[in-house]
């Protein structure tokens, strides 16, 4: 499974992008997808995913974008995406999209997100 991921940039603060994370086959059977960030010098941390199962869909978000940052997936479009608004300094890293399935995680290739204040 290849992972592209895009949609990336430099904007101000305040300001809004969408992440785009396209899979190379259906993404139907894929339990998890979620975005993560990693920041120069740091960790990369998750951001928010979309977990699917039997019980129903689940989002979970790190505190700092909850209410700012949504996360969705079209299987139609074997996609996931991430729409930023609000955007603040502190979110500058870079992004990268994973797909998770039986025990196992895809990873993209990453995308910058850069925010001026």
């Known amino acids: 499974v290849q992972l592209q991921a895009s949609g990336g940039g430099l904007v101000q603060a305040g300001g809004s992008l969408r992440l785009s994370c396209t899979a190379s086959?259906?993404?139907?059977?894929?339990?998890?997808l979620g975005w993560y960030r990693q920041a120069p010098g740091k960790q990369r941390e998750l951001v928010a995913t979309?977990?699917?199962?039997?019980?129903?869909?689940?989002?979970n978000y790190v505190d700092s974008v909850k209410g700012r940052f949504i996360i969705f997936r079209d299987n139609a479009k074997n996609a996931v995406y991430l729409q930023m608004n609000s955007l603040k300094p502190e979110v500058t890293a870079v992004y990268y999209c994973?797909?998770?399935?039986?025990?196992?995680?895809?990873w993209g290739q990453g995308t910058q997100v850069t925010v001026s204040s």
């Open positions: 994973k797909a998770g399935r039986d025990g196992l995680d895809y």
């Open positions: 086959e259906s993404i139907f059977s894929f339990n998890l």
């Open positions: 979309v977990t699917s199962g039997t019980s129903g869909v689940y989002r």
